[in-house]
């Protein structure tokens, strides 16, 4: 994970502009670069203004560090700026946020990009200039989003001054990726996305054309996945797996891995195998939908496919328990009537939607008794290091999501973590892993005498 | 519990002085600074003889109320309320007429304010708000016993009708007035979508209004510090003859994030670019930092379009001479003073 303390994120929207006179010609080429070019002298320039956001907190990062505050200097350390923020009022989730003390990544320190017009740069008089030629008027908002990892005590100005970098730098990839795909008049918007690599590399930022989809951009991520030595077997940079900043909330209202708020057991001599990257918890009655009763191998197989979707292998969204029995009987697995009814599923239809819906094969693994399930430890602690997706779990009468084991070799003891898709309630964290909705449980947990059929997703090989 | 006008001896002075010929009458504006609580009156200027060309006009109605010249009152009006600095605005206006007229008189102010605001509001490319005060004052003064009627109309409502109004006379009442002065660098571009005049007005006016807004919306720091709310615009200086402030403008670069671009054939299109000077000023009765950010910001985006219109105006009259090139204006007729001199305190 990060080893740095802090995260400055600076965004601003500044607007593309320029006149083409013939968009097919050869001088629109360079049309639009000179109009990058004075974009990047605009930021280079004196009047760039940084402003922190929920604060008073005005820099001038070209103008040898100006701030409107007497007391950050560019010889500050970055973390000083913490006290001029004003924090949110907080909401219930805002403040079961705080009380996580467990996890605090990187505190992000978000900034806005603005331009000062009161310090011209010359004294020219007003003029009008009229152009009367029919020319092709292209204006495009390119959304800046630029992103620096820092520790404490990192100068405020070199801070700065790495921003404005990124900004330059930025710019620059976006004319080229504007330049790339522009056919004729027809421009696309340049977006950045942000990326955690693995060390050394970091987060980086790539910069994608709007409309076109994580398919068609193979190539470019195959010299990406070169360029940063990342293996060429699992997505890092589709647009799925864009860095979440950890300030930013999910818009759909889903619990992302309620798992990291839990301590794992203290086993001596045991090893923690967990699932990899990010989920969402679904459960009953979410969506509207009351599945209360026959619903949990639905919302099993519902946390699965956000997984798939979050890591970047499938664009489709998580589907809804109608398309789930719609997919059944598109197979040949089930009667049309199936869909609509309060049927159950099990193992076996969950790897048929897998497959069907999302091109995801899965093993299947068998358990005559419950009470076997205890020596699986190392099927199980394999999976979640090589593949490290969740595991659906169904036998008696009951499926569960399994997201990892707690393992020892030696011994042979062995701990589940189990996301239990029957909790009813509402998206709220403390009461999921106090009452252990989420939570670890020992063997004695299964139905000893029953048996169990577990789904084990496979990652396909792609990037 | 109408208005208070607090007006400086200066005009009183100009009032009283004003020469009428028997029987006739005589208007003029009324300009200074409107603050919720009270108003301040700091110029009055005479309507200026107009020059008829060809046969002077015959008179037409029954009285000399009748004669007023609306459209060259209103164009007065519009033209100083150009040169006045930021912070100062066309307050009202007088009319003094001899004793037989007097009681007509309201009903020819009543005209005069609503036609006079309607003028000089056109085209104007910020909105009111809330705390802005919309009522015009009209004097009227008997040139025989030289005694002042004020009443107030609300020119937002055509049907208000006169409330009165107090008019006092004071010392002082335009010295001490801080003032805020910047200078902006403006850099507009405008495309044409078409060539009709009606739409080139139209894109002039919604390329303006977008480069309004974001002056409005703009954070401005008065002498370092942010001019949010409602605390005190600080001097930083013992009073003087008048404290000079200065003015950070910071914009907020919010466009619409769309995801694509926006590309329009356009049959040409207008830049405007440079530096303006802009200045305005602020009462001396306890103003709010926010006032004197709102006065500035408005005194820009007044300086930018009153520029505009007259590159406009100039290009209609020189329309035909240069077709399908580039042409570079630049203002070069300034606007002759109608200034009272005792403006010179403020300026």
């Not at chain 1, 605009?42 to 907190?57: A, G, H, L, Q, W």
């Not at chain 2, 942010?226 to 930083?236: F, I, K, M, Q, T």
Request: glycine share 6%.
């Amino acid at each position: 994970m990060l080893q740095c303390d802090f995260i400055f994120r600076l965004k601003g929207i500044l607007e593309f502009a320029c006149q083409l006179d013939n968009p097919n010609g050869v001088q629109s080429q360079s049309t639009i670069s000179k109009s990058f070019q004075d974009l990047r002298s605009k930021v280079t320039s004196k009047n760039i203004v940084f402003t922190v956001c929920n604060s008073p907190v005005l820099i001038w990062p070209n103008t040898g560090f100006q701030s409107s505050v007497e007391s950050l200097t560019e010889a500050s350390a970055c973390g000083d700026i913490l006290q001029w923020i004003e924090s949110d009022d907080g909401g219930s989730k805002k403040s079961s946020k705080k009380k996580d003390k467990k996890k605090s990544g990187p505190t992000v320190v978000n900034m806005k990009l603005l331009f000062e017009v009161t310090e011209p740069a010359g004294n020219t008089a007003p003029s009008l200039i009229r152009v009367s030629t029919q020319q092709h008027c292209v204006k495009m908002p390119l959304p800046l989003d630029c992103a620096l990892s820092v520790t404490t005590d990192e100068r405020l100005e070199t801070v700065c001054t790495g921003l404005v970098e990124a900004l330059n730098k930025q710019l620059a990839d976006m004319e080229e990726v504007v330049l790339q795909y522009r056919k004729g008049s027809s421009f696309l918007v340049p977006q950045p996305f942000h990326f955690q690599l693995p060390e050394p590399a970091g987060l980086i930022t790539v910069v994608y054309p709007a409309g076109v989809p994580d398919s068609q951009l193979q190539a470019v991520r195959e010299d990406l996945h070169r360029k940063f030595e990342l293996p060429c077997d699992r997505p890092y940079l589709r647009r799925a797996n864009a860095f979440h900043f950890p300030d930013a909330a999910y818009k759909d209202g889903y619990l992302r891995n309620p798992h990291i708020h839990l301590n794992p057991p203290n086993i001596e001599d045991a090893k923690l195998y967990l699932v990899q990257g990010v989920y969402s918890y679904h459960h009953y009655m979410q969506d509207h939908v009351d599945d209360n009763g026959w619903g949990c191998a639905y919302r099993s197989l519902q946390t699965i496919c956000s997984w798939f979707q979050q890591q970047g292998y499938v664009e489709t969204a998580v589907p809804t328990h109608t398309q789930i029995q719609q997919a059944l009987v598109d197979v040949g697995d089930k009667e049309p009537r199936f869909v609509g009814s309060r049927q159950w599923i099990g193992s076996i239809e969950v790897q048929a939607v897998l497959n069907q819906l999302l091109g995801v094969t899965s093993k299947i693994m068998f358990v005559s008794q419950g009470s076997e399930l205890a020596t699986k430890g190392r099927e199980l602690a394999n999976h979640f290091q090589t593949e490290g997706t969740p595991v659906m779990i169904g036998g008696g009468v009951l499926a569960h999501t399994i997201l990892g084991v707690v393992w020892s070799e030696n011994t042979g003891q062995i701990r589940f973590l189990i996301l239990d898709p029957h909790y009813t309630g509402g998206e709220d964290l403390q009461t999921i892993t106090d009452k252990g909705w989420c939570g670890w449980k020992g063997p004695e947990f299964w139905d000893q005498n029953a048996y169990y059929n577990l789904c084990l997703p496979q990652r396909p090989k792609t990037i | 519990m109408g208005r208070s006008y607090f007006v400086d001896e200066a005009v009183e002075e100009y009032l009283v002085g004003i020469q009428t010929a028997p029987g006739s009458c005589v208007t003029g504006l009324l300009a200074g600074q409107s603050s919720p609580q009270r108003d301040f009156v700091v110029l009055a200027v005479q309507t200026p003889h107009r020059e008829s060309e060809g046969q002077p006009k015959a008179s037409r109605g029954v009285s000399p109320l009748d004669d007023i010249d609306v459209e060259w009152v209103t164009e007065h009006a519009k033209q100083v309320s150009r040169m006045l600095p930021g912070g100062l605005s066309i307050l009202g206006l007088f009319l003094v007429t001899p004793p037989e007229l007097s009681k007509d008189a309201q009903n020819a102010l009543k005209r005069l304010i609503f036609a006079m605001d309607k003028y000089i509001t056109k085209g104007r490319l910020w909105e009111l708000s809330e705390e802005d005060v919309t009522d015009q004052v009209t004097l009227h003064i008997c040139s025989k016993t030289k005694k002042t009627v004020c009443k107030t109309f609300d020119v937002k409502d055509p049907k208000s009708s006169a409330k009165p109004a107090d008019w006092k006379y004071q010392t002082g009442v335009s010295s001490s007035w801080p003032m805020l002065s910047c200078s902006v660098e403006v850099d507009v571009q405008i495309p044409m979508t078409g060539s009709s005049s009606d739409i080139t007005d139209k894109c002039m006016k919604d390329g303006l209004r977008r480069w309004a807004k974001q002056i409005e919306a703009a954070c401005c720091l008065i002498n370092g510090r942010h001019a949010l709310d409602d605390s005190e615009l600080v001097s930083g200086q013992v009073k003087t003859s008048f404290c000079h402030s200065s003015v950070i403008l910071i914009l907020h670069l919010k466009l619409d994030e769309r995801s694509s671009a926006l590309v329009q054939l356009c049959s040409g299109s207008v830049k405007v670019r440079g530096v303006v000077h802009c200045r305005a000023y602020i009462h001396n009765n306890k103003p709010k930092a926010r006032h004197a950010a709102q006065a500035i910001k408005r005194d820009i985006i007044n300086t930018v379009c009153s520029r505009v219109e007259m590159f406009l105006e100039d290009l209609l009259i020189n329309e035909g001479s240069h077709k399908g090139t580039v042409v570079h204006h630049v203002l070069r007729v300034l606007l002759e003073g109608i200034v009272h001199p005792k403006m010179k305190n403020l300026s």
